[in-house]
């Protein structure tokens, strides 16, 4: 009696043993042990404000940045999936961000590095194959979305007279991470006559389909920045449509 009441509780403690450091080893199999269990291989597309994109592991860029995440699992036919995004600003121990799809959608809108992982737990039967904070940390490189710092400018000239060449009033080429942005222009009246909230876009020197007089307006920009700062910018606008550009720029 004593004996079989050792083997017994011998069996459950291998089995349990067992279990635990199949748990363990299941995602650093070797490559043909591999082809029977699942695998992640977490990868990401990112889309800057112009509709550029980008797949890559490691993103500087511009906000707002768009970024969609694919945990790409195989060999996971017949398991029960379970996925766990984690989002962590640098310099923090927990995420701000946590999502439960296999797939996931983030738009990137404040200033500073962001780290990403992607818990994934597979289950069949009494098999299961868990990639979670040791295989982020022993195995595989995170994520990471570096958002940089805000700039805007406006030049205080144009010269919309279809040349191709500076024909519309915008903000300076080499802006940054604006999330908010809301530009006017005003006559010398102090009248309004355009607006624009894409710092993309701008004034083609028109009012209302019709071509305005050269001479000096007035310019109005309110905006704020991934980082927080925000933007008021005051300056007079010369539309100078005589003015025939070569290699030079009236932006200064």
């Not at 300056?235 to 720029?249: M, P, Q």
Request: with cysteine; glycine share 8%.
């Amino acid at each position: 009696m004593r004996k079989e009441n050792v083997t017994h509780v011998s069996q459950n403690v291998l089995t349990a043993f067992f279990a635990t450091l199949l748990a363990m080893m299941s995602p650093h199999l070797t490559a043909s042990a591999q082809d029977d269990y699942p695998l992640i291989a977490p990868t990401a597309t990112y889309t800057e404000y112009d509709g550029t994109e980008e797949t890559t592991a490691d993103k500087s860029g511009s906000a707002p940045l768009r970024g969609v995440f694919y945990a790409n699992a195989t060999n996971s036919e017949g398991w029960t999936s379970n996925y766990e995004w984690r989002f962590t600003k640098e310099n923090s121990d927990e995420p701000y961000l946590i999502r439960y799809e296999e797939n996931t959608e983030v738009l990137f809108t404040e200033y500073g590095t962001t780290s990403i992982v992607c818990y994934a737990t597979f289950v069949n039967g009494n098999d299961s194959i868990i990639y979670g904070k040791e295989y982020w940390e022993q195995e595989a490189m995170p994520l990471r979305v570096s958002i940089a710092a805000s700039k805007l400018e406006m030049p205080n000239a144009f010269s919309p007279n279809g040349d191709g060449i500076n024909d519309i009033y915008k903000a300076k080429s080499g802006w940054k991470s604006i999330v908010e942005f809301k530009a006017t222009i005003y006559n010398r009246y102090g009248q309004k006559i355009f607006e624009w909230t894409n710092p993309e876009e701008g004034w083609d020197g028109t009012h209302k389909g019709t071509p305005v007089k050269d001479g000096v307006y007035y310019c109005q920009v309110k905006a704020l920045g991934a980082d927080g700062i925000r933007y008021n910018i005051r300056r007079d606008v010369n539309i100078l449509r005589g003015y025939i550009e070569s290699s030079t720029s009236t932006e200064q």
